[in-house]
């Protein structure tokens, strides 16, 4: 299916006027109830298939804690410590602290629940920890399986969060949640919303917000039209087209942050064509970065460059130029790959045209409008590009199945600060990641990423700054655009930030007027 890059951003924002247009008007909103909407659903209690939404929502808390610049902070362990090869941690928790049950966190509750959350899927190697112990009424102690300097980012991963053992029934599954957040769940209506109040004896600040309900939005300008019309307060993960319109509403603010999350080309490299760097460095020349940026998404600023943002600490390389637009240098990289461009504008090497599919998906909206800028910034090189949205399960699907060979999407290297774990799950074979590469192959880079993981605190940062070059100059996934977190927020909401890391939506820290 074939998409213009002109007509869906103008239909959306047609469709979204009219809506706007016809809202009408609602019940004031309760002064003790915050409401919040985005496109997230709460499918199910268990953690490791929905606990992000269970952090935002600041029911359950982990051992670890993560700043806006990416630094960990303490969470429910107030200090933590490894012994020179990085193989035994030990944590200390704060006192006093209390699950929602009133049962205190002890060292017994966070092994149990730990013990429990590696039987179930992380993005991280859940073989990790080779024992847990307890030293004392206070301290954890974790021995690994092997030297690791970012397991304190791994216990950051909301599928670590802590709960109580009442949490779970006699097959270890979770019956419910019983986190130490300072709000604890009241309803849950999978898929649709859940709500949660007040937890009045949290260990740290206590929350002014009494109550606040989450309501899956699946569509941008629904969204858009419940902040408008005051059916809601916050909102999540709009669109350009809602951004703008919303912008000169006088009942709503829109708040943009850039978050630890990149939007790029997934790259089947066991195509014969994308095997060729000369040919991923072609079609990466090809793409207009800033007008995408500016024209598309209305973030100047916001090309990338590497895989990881600026967000992302030692990760991302200062000193790496930007990619500009050069179609005559791609024209000479395509050239020296075999590829000529014949009379009727298509590009052939030994009579086959270079023709590939991109799919990419609906729940972030402005993909399919990159998508289709791609697939015209690409044609004036003569590469045919086959738009398809999809669900985003397609992706996963089409990597396991070996039918994907392209893919646009907005992938989150916030799950865990320290992204080495992303790199040892996805760039470290010739496998890949469902939403890494896929059949690219480095030897040098793949061992290259097995000593970082055991290198000392020393060497650690040399060879991460290493291994972001090479990633940026081989070209396994294609950089476009670093991720500008869209919201919108209604005037009466006080203290509103946006967390960076997408932990958590920070009401505890806000007020209503």
Request: aromatic share 8%.
């Given at each position: 299916?074939?998409f213009?890059?002109?007509?869906?951003?103008?239909?959306?924002?047609l469709?979204?006027?009219?809506?706007?247009?016809?809202?009408?008007?609602?019940?004031?909103?309760?002064?003790?109830?915050?409401?919040?909407?985005?496109?997230?659903?709460?499918?199910?209690l268990?953690?490791?298939?929905?606990?992000?939404i269970?952090?935002?929502?600041?029911?359950?808390?982990?051992?670890?804690?993560?700043?806006?610049?990416?630094?960990?902070?303490?969470?429910?362990?107030?200090?933590?410590?490894?012994n020179?090869?990085?193989?035994?941690?030990?944590?200390?928790?704060?006192?006093?602290?209390?699950?929602?049950?009133?049962?205190?966190?002890?060292?017994?509750?966070?092994?149990?629940?730990?013990?429990?959350?590696?039987?179930?899927?992380?993005?991280?190697?859940?073989?990790?920890?080779?024992?847990?112990?307890?030293?004392?009424?206070?301290?954890?102690?974790?021995t690994?399986?092997?030297?690791?300097?970012?397991?304190?980012a791994?216990?950051?991963?909301?599928?670590?969060?802590?709960l109580?053992?009442?949490?779970?029934?006699?097959?270890?599954?979770?019956?419910?949640?019983?986190?130490?957040?300072?709000?604890?769940?009241?309803?849950?209506?999978?898929?649709?919303?859940?709500?949660?109040?007040?937890?009045?004896?949290?260990?740290?600040?206590?929350?002014?917000?009494?109550?606040?309900?989450?309501?899956?939005?699946?569509?941008?300008?629904?969204?858009?039209?419940?902040?408008?019309g005051?059916?809601?307060?916050?909102?999540?993960?709009?669109?350009?087209?809602?951004?703008?319109?919303?912008?000169?509403?006088?009942?709503?603010?829109?708040?943009?942050?850039?978050?630890?999350?990149?939007?790029l080309?997934?790259?089947?490299?066991?195509?014969?064509?994308?095997?060729?760097?000369?040919?991923r460095?072609?079609?990466?020349?090809?793409?207009?970065?800033?007008?995408?940026?500016?024209?598309?998404?209305?973030?100047?600023?916001?090309?990338?460059?590497?895989?990881?943002?600026?967000?992302?600490?030692?990760?991302h390389?200062?000193?790496?130029?930007?990619i500009?637009?050069?179609?005559?240098?791609?024209?000479?990289?395509?050239?020296?790959?075999?590829?000529?461009?014949?009379?009727?504008?298509?590009?052939?090497?030994?009579?086959?045209?270079?023709?590939?599919?991109?799919?990419?998906?609906?729940?972030?909206?402005?993909?399919?409008?990159?998508?289709?800028?791609?697939?015209?910034?690409?044609?004036k090189?003569?590469?045919?590009?086959?738009?398809?949205?999809?669900?985003?399960?397609?992706?996963?699907?089409?990597?396991?199945?070996?039918?994907?060979?392209?893919?646009?999407?907005?992938?989150?290297?916030?799950?865990?600060?320290?992204?080495?774990?992303?790199?040892?799950?996805?760039?470290?074979?010739?496998?890949?990641?469902?939403?890494?590469?896929?059949?690219?192959?480095?030897?040098?880079?793949?061992?290259?990423?097995?000593?970082?993981?055991?290198?000392?605190?020393?060497?650690?940062?040399?060879q991460?700054?290493?291994?972001?070059?090479?990633?940026?100059?081989?070209?396994?996934?294609?950089?476009?655009?670093?991720?500008?977190?869209q919201?919108?927020?209604?005037?009466?909401?006080?203290?509103?930030?946006?967390?960076?890391?997408?932990?958590?939506?920070?009401?505890?820290?806000?007020a209503?007027?």
């Open positions: 299916m074939m213009s890059a002109l007509k869906t951003p103008l239909l959306l924002a469709s979204l006027v009219s809506l706007l247009g016809l809202s009408a008007c609602t019940e004031p909103p309760a002064q003790d109830l915050l409401t919040i909407s985005g496109p997230f659903e709460p499918i199910s268990d953690l490791a298939k929905a606990g992000y269970y952090s935002r929502m600041q029911i359950v808390e982990t051992l670890v804690d993560v700043a806006d610049d990416g630094q960990l902070i303490p969470g429910l362990a107030q200090s933590w410590q490894a020179d090869d990085a193989t035994v941690w030990q944590f200390t928790l704060k006192p006093n602290v209390k699950f929602h049950n009133g049962t205190t966190v002890t060292p017994a509750a966070v092994i149990n629940s730990l013990r429990i959350a590696m039987g179930k899927p992380a993005p991280f190697d859940t073989s990790l920890i080779r024992s847990a112990s307890k030293l004392n009424d206070h301290q954890v102690q974790f690994l399986t092997r030297p690791y300097r970012a397991f304190a791994v216990l950051t991963n909301y599928t670590t969060a802590i109580a053992p009442e949490s779970y029934d006699k097959r270890r599954r979770i019956k419910q949640l019983i986190g130490t957040g300072p709000y604890q769940l009241t309803a849950f209506e999978p898929p649709h919303s859940i709500s949660v109040s007040r937890f009045d004896d949290y260990h740290g600040q206590v929350a002014n917000i009494a109550k606040a309900n989450y309501i899956t939005g699946h569509r941008a300008e629904s969204r858009a039209l419940m902040v408008q005051g059916s809601a307060d916050i909102v999540y993960n709009l669109d350009p087209a809602a951004v703008q319109l919303l912008q000169h509403s006088q009942n709503v603010t829109v708040n943009s942050t850039p978050i630890p999350r990149s939007i080309i997934k790259l089947n490299a066991g195509l014969p064509a994308l095997a060729d760097l000369n040919v460095q072609a079609l990466s020349l090809a793409i207009d970065r800033r007008g995408i940026a500016e024209g598309i998404m209305h973030q100047p600023g916001a090309e990338a460059n590497q895989l990881f943002g600026p967000a992302m600490g030692i990760w390389r200062d000193d790496l130029p930007t500009q637009q050069n179609l005559v240098q791609a024209v000479q990289l395509l050239a020296q790959a075999g590829w000529q461009k014949e009379a009727n504008g298509q590009l052939m090497k030994q009579g086959q045209p270079l023709q590939l599919s991109m799919i990419t998906y609906a729940n972030r909206p402005e993909l399919i409008v990159i998508a289709t800028a791609i697939q015209a910034q690409w044609a090189l003569g590469v045919q590009l086959d738009v398809q949205m999809e669900n985003a399960s397609a992706i996963p699907l089409g990597h396991v199945e070996g039918t994907l060979q392209t893919a646009l999407m907005a992938r989150n290297f916030a799950n865990i600060p320290d992204p080495l774990s992303v790199i040892l799950a996805d760039f470290s074979s010739q496998q890949g990641g469902d939403w890494g590469p896929m059949n690219w192959q480095d030897s040098h880079f793949f061992a290259a990423v097995q000593a970082t993981a055991n290198s000392s605190a020393a060497d650690y940062p040399q991460v700054y290493q291994l972001s070059g090479e990633l940026a100059e081989q070209l396994p996934m294609i950089p476009v655009l670093y991720y500008v977190q919201s919108a927020v209604a005037k009466r909401v006080q203290g509103f930030s946006f967390d960076p890391y997408e932990r958590s939506f920070r009401i505890s820290q806000m209503l007027q």
